[in-house]
């Protein structure tokens, strides 16, 4: 229970940071739909529960769950392949397996509690499951254009 606490505040912490960042770096545009107030059980969420993915990322099941004037957050599992996004930044929170994702030029173990850090224009995919279904928030600020998908052979 204490992970899970500490996993829900770190998500909030970097929620904030994305917000912030976005309202500060972005120009005025229209306002997004109001949040409304509601639960997700995340620790619920299993691969079948969420949508395939896009062909170019087959092994990829994602739910977007929010979307805000600064930032989206979605509920990911699974592996994709190597790409980057032009215009947003995203934060990855690992909630539940384990792998490796390749993070630029590093590689790095993905584990419950895991944060990323993972900046626009920056190389990225999950490379291999090691146990369990990895299971991941991603939050994008500004909130992430469909076209702003950019596959690397």
Same mark, same amino acid.
Request: net charge neutral; no cysteine.
């Given at each position: 229970m204490k992970h899970h606490l500490r996993t829900?505040? #770190?998500?909030?912490?970097?929620?904030?940071?994305g917000l912030a960042v976005a309202h500060l770096a972005q120009p005025a545009?229209?306002?997004?739909?109001?949040? #409304?107030?509601? /639960?997700?059980?995340?620790?619920?969420v299993t691969a079948d529960s969420l949508p395939p993915g896009p062909a170019a990322l087959p092994n990829l099941r994602s739910k977007t769950l929010v979307v805000e004037d600064g930032m989206s957050l979605t509920v990911q599992m699974g592996t994709g392949g190597k790409h980057y996004h032009t215009n947003s930044d995203e934060i990855q929170i690992v909630l539940d397996g384990t792998g490796t994702e390749t993070l630029g030029d590093n590689?790095? #173990?993905?584990?419950?509690? /895991?944060?990323?850090?993972?900046?626009?224009?920056?190389?990225?995919?999950?490379? #291999?499951?090691?146990?369990g279904h990895?299971?991941?928030?991603?939050?994008? /600020?500004?909130?992430?254009?469909?076209?702003?998908?950019?596959?690397i052979p």
């Open positions: 829900v505040a #770190v998500a909030v912490f970097a929620f904030a940071i545009r229209a306002a997004a739909a109001p949040l #409304v107030a509601g /639960t997700f059980d995340l620790a619920a590689q790095i #173990v993905m584990k419950p509690g /895991t944060l990323i850090l993972i900046p626009k224009g920056t190389a990225h995919f999950g490379d #291999v499951e090691t146990s990895l299971k991941w928030i991603s939050i994008k /600020t500004p909130p992430q254009d469909p076209s702003d998908f950019h596959l």
